[in-house]
């Protein structure tokens, strides 16, 4: 297993510029599948809140990989005095249980700018086609899947310390905590088991509740 990354960010990351953020897409887009539909693969906040035009969502599974948080965030849902974490689409043992999205063919360019400009502020993510299964049927989906040499890759960390980091964490686009109660319920409404997920939700809930009790006054 990888090592554990204790060291936590303290400045923000290099963000891609608008050219290069065009030229991967143009990449991606430049050994698209023979196909007119245009699918991506979801497996965190994409899930409850995309960012794009689509005309079918179905439960998707995606052998071969994982989700974890093990990916600094520190503007999203964080910043470099108390850094979050997101989750990661990583290689690995077992399978991944998420959403396929088909997108809208007449704006299937824009939702992609659009996704680009979300998923790829920072080379964090590689973007690659691959083989998902919808309705025992295969498709060729875009999924994102984390880069492990990037410096915003945080590693694999205790579930303890992964708590600690979510309770405490709050960006612009809200907490950590909500990020990870968010993904937890709509994967419930999927009916995807995710009991990993679950026990860091009850773990960063009990972190909350143990400081209140501290932080409140004496009867």
């Known amino acids: 297993m990888r090592q554990t990354r204790t060291r936590r960010p303290t400045t923000y990351f290099e963000e891609l510029s608008d050219a290069d953020r065009a030229a991967s897409l143009r990449a991606m887009l430049a050994v698209r599948p023979n196909s007119d539909d245009v699918w991506v693969f ?3 906040s994409l899930i ?4 794009f035009d689509h005309v079918e969502r179905l439960k998707a599974t995606l052998t071969g990989y994982q989700r974890r948080f093990s990916v600094w965030t520190l503007i999203a849902r964080g910043t470099p005095a108390a850094p979050g974490l997101g989750l990661a689409l990583e290689e690995g043992n077992g399978a991944c249980h998420g959403v396929a999205y ?5 704006c299937a360019l824009a939702g992609l700018e659009n996704l680009w400009a979300r998923e790829m502020l920072t080379s964090i993510y590689y973007p690659r086609w691959l ?3 919808v309705d025992r049927r295969e498709i060729t989906a ?3 899947v984390v880069d492990k040499a990037n410096v915003q890759y945080a590693g694999v960390l205790p579930t303890a310390e992964r708590a600690a980091i979510i309770a405490k964490a709050h960006g612009k686009l809200g907490s950590c905590r909500d990020y990870l109660a968010n993904t937890v319920a709509e994967l419930a409404t999927l009916r995807i088991d995710e009991p990993e997920l679950i026990a860091l939700l009850q773990e960063v809930d009990a972190i909350a509740a143990r400081n209140t009790s501290q932080n409140s006054p004496e009867p």
């Open 131 to 133: 083989t998902v299964t």
């Open 48 to 51: 409850w809140r995309p960012c």
């Open 142 to 144: 875009i999924a994102f």
């Open 42 to 44: 979801a497996y965190g």
């Open 102 to 106: 088909r997108l809208a063919p007449k």
